[in-house]
């Protein structure tokens, strides 16, 4: 077969078949290649798109990137509804199928020992934020009459903002509390820049909970419940996805083979 052999995620054999029509990185169907009972999930990518150099440049291509990003989450979307797969970083690519056999050969003992921890589970995300505008509302309107009522105007919207952020703090942190009681495991991400969030506000927590897929549901309305008693607060629950955050140490998941190229990392949820 021709072609790179671009690589979604690592998985156990599974019997559900994956939809028909699915493509996935340059509209190319995924494959299966198997290795000592280990299955990897690749489609076959042309080298002028995926070869060492013009992946160098298209990855510094925001289009690019976003379509080939949408196109590999949905190839592990699909995994994750029939399997629990062990996603790979964007833009993992091999030259052929005897190199892709060497990275699986060197990782095999990592990849059992992951799958075996994931299996059955999958990742919530939850993020909250918080909007320190209506804090502003508690100053009295209209243009002060002095200098000293200028201050003490400040200084009303100042203490205002600090109640917004302790009160968001501590919601944030008995939050993570509960849903980590809950959760087998979580991860604390880095807050997310506000020009990306899909509201207003300012993230406070940005977090990850793996959650067996049978007690999903649960979880879920733990979520639902925190979200009925946040004024100036939103509560954004994503998932079920697969279990990226807790794929291992930093980079393992994504390890160049002999002849392998290793991408970026993959999204934000």
């Not at 205002?160 to 703090?169: F, I, L, N």
Request: proline share 6%.
């Amino acid at each position: 077969m021709s072609g790179l052999r671009y690589v979604y995620a690592v998985c156990r054999p599974f019997r559900s078949a994956l939809q028909t029509q699915l493509t996935g990185v340059a509209a190319q169907p995924p494959r299966q290649l198997t290795h000592h009972g280990l299955i990897a999930v690749y489609s076959a990518v042309p080298e002028a798109d995926f070869a060492e150099e013009p992946l160098r440049a298209h990855l510094e291509d925001l289009d690019w990137l976003s379509e080939t990003a949408r196109a590999h989450q949905g190839v592990i979307d699909a995994l994750t509804a029939v399997t629990t797969p062990l996603p790979l970083r964007l833009a993992t690519v091999f030259r052929d199928d005897s190199a892709l056999r060497t990275m699986m050969e060197a990782r095999e003992e990592y990849f059992r020992r992951t799958l075996d921890r994931l299996a059955g589970r999958v990742e919530w995300g939850v993020k909250v934020y918080v909007d320190p505008r209506p804090a502003a509302a508690e100053a009295p309107a209209g243009k002060p009459a002095s200098g000293r009522d200028y201050l003490r105007q400040r200084r009303m919207q100042t203490r205002g903002q600090e109640r917004t952020w302790q009160a968001a703090a501590e919601f944030a942190e008995n939050l993570h509390a509960t849903l980590s009681s809950f959760a087998e495991d979580s991860r604390l991400h880095h807050p997310q820049n506000s020009a990306l969030a899909d509201g207003p506000g300012q993230n406070v927590l940005n977090a990850a909970y793996l959650v067996p897929r049978g007690d999903s549901e649960e979880f879920v309305e733990l979520v639902d419940r925190a979200k009925d008693d946040t004024p100036g607060m939103r509560v954004e629950l994503t998932g079920p996805w697969a279990a990226y955050s807790f794929t291992g140490e930093e980079g393992e998941e994504g390890e160049e083979g002999e002849e392998g190229e290793a991408g970026t990392g993959g999204e934000e949820r």
